[in-house]
Structure formats: structure tokens, C-alpha cells
């Protein structure tokens, strides 16, 4: 299993990010995906979670109306759209394979390198 995180960057509260995580090494279209951040100091929290074929989405109460999951399983490929940044947002942000099909299924340790996202003025 391999996931690779992109996508982030540094931007003013009010800005958007399109992170974007490429996916090798299994069936894709058989797994949920989870995007999960860890902001300096605390530990690990689900962001958004996405069934295996797209059609059921989840969000933390805290990005929701402001974050868009989404994934593309012709390229192996999962999405977070980020609009209306805040600063709380600012963490490294890693996506993780889930243990099954279900948005709601666990999700396995984050295996990439993530992507950092920083939101300052």
C-alpha cells in the first residue's frame, strides 16, 4: 500500500487548498478512504471520510459547509477540497486507507508523508 499527499501549502485565513492523494499497491475502488490531520501538539483527528464508491460522505463537525471530499477511481485518486481556511486548520493532513468498503469503517495508520497546511495571516 502506498498513498502519496499533496496538494498543501501555506495560505491566508479565508483561502483554499485542493489536496489530492495518489494511490497504489490495492483494489482502490474496493476501500473507503478517511483524510486525517495532525495540527503540532495533538493527536490525530478525522477530517472527512469517503465510501468506497464515493457516494457516502462524512466530515468532523468543524470543516463541515467548508470542506468537500471526493475521489476518482479511474486514476486512483482521492480529493479534499478546503474552502473558507481557518487558522485551527493548520496541520499536517494525511489520507488512510480504511479497513473496508463503508465511510464509517476504521481507517489503518496514515502510511505517507502528508501534506502540511498552514493557515496564517
Known amino acids: 500500500v502506498q498513498l502519496v499527499e499533496s496538494g498543501g501549502g501555506s495560505v491566508q485565513p479565508g483561502g483554499s487548498l485542493r489536496l489530492s492523494c495518489a494511490a497504489s499497491?490495492?483494489?482502490?475502488?474496493?476501500?473507503?478512504m478517511t483524510w486525517v490531520r495532525q495540527a503540532p501538539g495533538k493527536g490525530p483527528e478525522w477530517v472527512s471520510r469517503?465510501?468506497?464508491?464515493?457516494?457516502?460522505?462524512e466530515y468532523v463537525s468543524s470543516v463541515k459547509g467548508r470542506f468537500s471530499v471526493s475521489r476518482d477511481n479511474a486514476r486512483n485518486a482521492l480529493y479534499l477540497q478546503m474552502d473558507s481556511l481557518k487558522p485551527e486548520d493548520t496541520a499536517v493532513y494525511y489520507c488512510?486507507?480504511?479497513?473496508?468498503?463503508?465511510?464509517?469503517?476504521?481507517?489503518?495508520?496514515?502510511r505517507g508523508q502528508g501534506t502540511q497546511v498552514t493557515v496564517s495571516s
Open positions: 488512510a486507507k480504511n479497513t473496508g468498503p463503508a465511510s464509517y469503517s476504521n481507517y489503518e495508520p496514515p
Open positions: 499497491g490495492f483494489t482502490f475502488e474496493n476501500y473507503g
Open positions: 469517503i465510501s468506497h464508491r464515493g457516494y457516502y460522505k
